[in-house]
Structures are given as structure tokens and as C-alpha cells.
């Protein structure tokens, strides 16, 4: 099993920057799809942005043009860059392969955009 830490949520204002982190405990980044996903308070968590292994990437609409995935290989490293954040960004941030089998999910990263 991989175990998954991600870090660098915090509080920030509407139109402010964060920088997300994901760890996984070891190399997956050459051989899997791996995905950033959130939970906002009161809903389900859902899928908002994935890299492949080849640097494909996705976004959901909801994120696109203020996000942007990236990964770190030799690092064993994924990020997320938010841009232009507002209040509906509210959630607790997973990252995870983008699979049906999901690996055991780690703690998450609260991001709360408030004034």
C-alpha cells in the first residue's frame, strides 16, 4: 500500500495563492495517474484535477485556468498551484491515484478562503 501525505493548506483571502504538496511513500509518479481531489464541508469529495504519467493533465471546470498539477518525479513529488481562490475553494485536499482502487486515504490539507 502507498501511504499519501499532502500538505501546504492553510488560510488565505478570495484572490489569494496557495501551493499544495503530495508525498506518496514511494515512487508512483512514472507509473500511475495520480489525481488532487477535495471535499468541501457538506459534500462529497470529488476529483478536481489528475497527471498522467506522460504530463497529461485534467481539470475540472470548476478549477480550470486557476489551478495548475504538476509533478516532481525525481522528487516523488506532486503539487497543486491555486490561483485566484474563493470562498467555494473551501475544502480539505486529498491527493490520490486517479483510480476506482484507491489506496488508503491520507489526512488531507484544510485550504479555508475567507476575508
Known amino acids: 500500500q502507498v501511504q499519501l501525505v499532502e500538505s501546504g493548506g492553510g488560510l488565505v483571502q478570495p484572490g489569494g495563492s496557495l501551493k499544495l504538496s503530495c508525498q506518496p511513500s514511494?515512487?508512483?509518479?512514472?507509473?500511475?495517474?495520480m489525481g488532487w481531489y477535495r471535499r468541501a464541508p457538506g459534500k462529497q469529495r470529488q476529483a478536481i484535477s489528475y497527471?498522467?504519467?506522460?504530463?497529461?493533465?485534467w481539470y475540472d471546470d470548476s478549477v480550470k485556468d486557476r489551478f495548475t498539477i504538476s509533478s516532481n518525479i525525481a522528487g516523488n513529488t506532486m503539487y497543486l498551484q491555486m490561483n485566484n481562490l474563493n470562498p467555494e475553494d473551501t475544502a480539505v485536499y486529498y491527493c490520490?491515484?486517479?483510480?476506482?482502487?484507491?489506496?488508503?486515504w491520507g489526512q488531507g490539507t484544510q485550504v479555508t478562503v475567507s476575508s
Open positions: 514511494r515512487m508512483v509518479f512514472e507509473s500511475y495517474t
Open positions: 490520490n491515484v486517479f483510480s476506482h482502487n484507491y489506496w488508503p
Open positions: 497527471i498522467k504519467s506522460n504530463g497529461g493533465t
